[in-house]
Nanobody
Framework: QVQLVESGGGLVQAGGSLRLSCAAS????????MGWFRRAPGKEREFVAH????????YYADSVKGRFFISRDNAKNTVYLQMNSLKPEDSAVYYC???????????????????WGQGTQVTVSS
């Protein structure tokens, strides 16, 4: 049974930082590309960041580029999202997701991802 469990969300003031973690089990983590998405109230789920299976490439949404950083530790089956200079508009439920393999030509599309976590709430106060 595949499980993706996010943690690290919470309430933070604007300008602050948080680090999200996503622990994976039940799949060959080192052979999966991983992504982070978010959904704000009343909005569609949107792409945040993606990292390839070997950390060779990363991709970011324009809205978070230069502030958020995705990384992974294959020995720990965990992917991270370091979020700096947080803004109120970053408030959302953040989800991690895993692709079916190492080939994912459209990393910004949620249809590329096979498994999803339950999400962790991030709230940024102004």
């Amino acid at each position: 049974q595949v499980q993706l469990v996010e943690s690290g969300g919470g309430l933070v003031q604007a300008g602050g930082s948080l680090r999200l973690s996503c622990a994976a089990s039940g799949l060959t983590f080192s052979r999966r590309n991983m992504g982070w998405f978010r959904r704000a109230p009343g909005k569609e789920r949107e792409f945040v960041a993606h990292i390839t299976w070997n950390s060779g490439s990363t991709y970011y949404a324009d809205s978070v580029k230069g502030r958020f950083f995705i990384s992974r530790d294959n020995a720990k089956n965990t992917v991270y999202l370091q979020m700096n200079s947080l803004k109120p508009e970053d408030s959302a439920v953040y989800y991690c997701a895993a692709t079916s393999g190492i080939y994912s030509p459209y990393p910004r599309l949620d249809s590329e991802y096979l498994y999803w976590g339950q999400g962790t709430q991030v709230t940024v106060s102004s």
